[in-house]
Nanobody, 119 residues
Framework: VQLQASGGGLAHPGGSLRLSCAAS????????MGWYRQAPGKQRELVAF???????NYADSVKGRFTISRDNAKNTVYLQMNSLKPEDTAAYYC??????????????WGQGTQVTVSS
């Protein structure tokens, strides 16, 4: 099982970016999916997650600006980031709780995708 993230890049303050993360491999089922971020010198923090049923949860710092969604048919989670601020600059990591065929549920991580917000 692999998670492949994409969509990072450079944005101006107030701009938007959309991150995607697709899970692939011998997947039986996917439970929660989410996004974390880590800025230089800081600990990794939860940005948002979405359950298999579509319930969502956001960090206070991104509420009202970021929207997490998922396409279960494509095993993909998205993060729409609007009204970006310089403090959103970080490496963003997708995460998913997956039951792979023949295995118990466990955490999987995608590679980081860099988001830089600067004028």
């Amino acid at each position: 099982v692999q998670l492949q993230a994409s969509g990072g890049g450079l944005a101006h303050p107030g701009g938007s970016l959309r991150l995607s993360c697709a899970a692939s491999g011998s997947i039986f089922s996917i439970n929660a999916m989410g996004w974390y971020r880590q800025a230089p010198g800081k600990q990794r923090e939860l940005v948002a997650f979405i359950t298999s049923g579509g319930s969502t949860n956001y960090a206070d710092s991104v509420k009202g600006r970021f929207t997490i969604s998922r396409d279960n048919a494509k095993n993909t989670v998205y993060l729409q980031m609007n009204s970006l601020k310089p403090e959103d600059t970080a490496a963003y990591y997708c995460n998913a709780l997956i039951i792979a065929l023949g295995y118990s549920m466990r955490d999987y991580w995608g590679q980081g995708t860099q988001v830089t917000v600067s004028s």
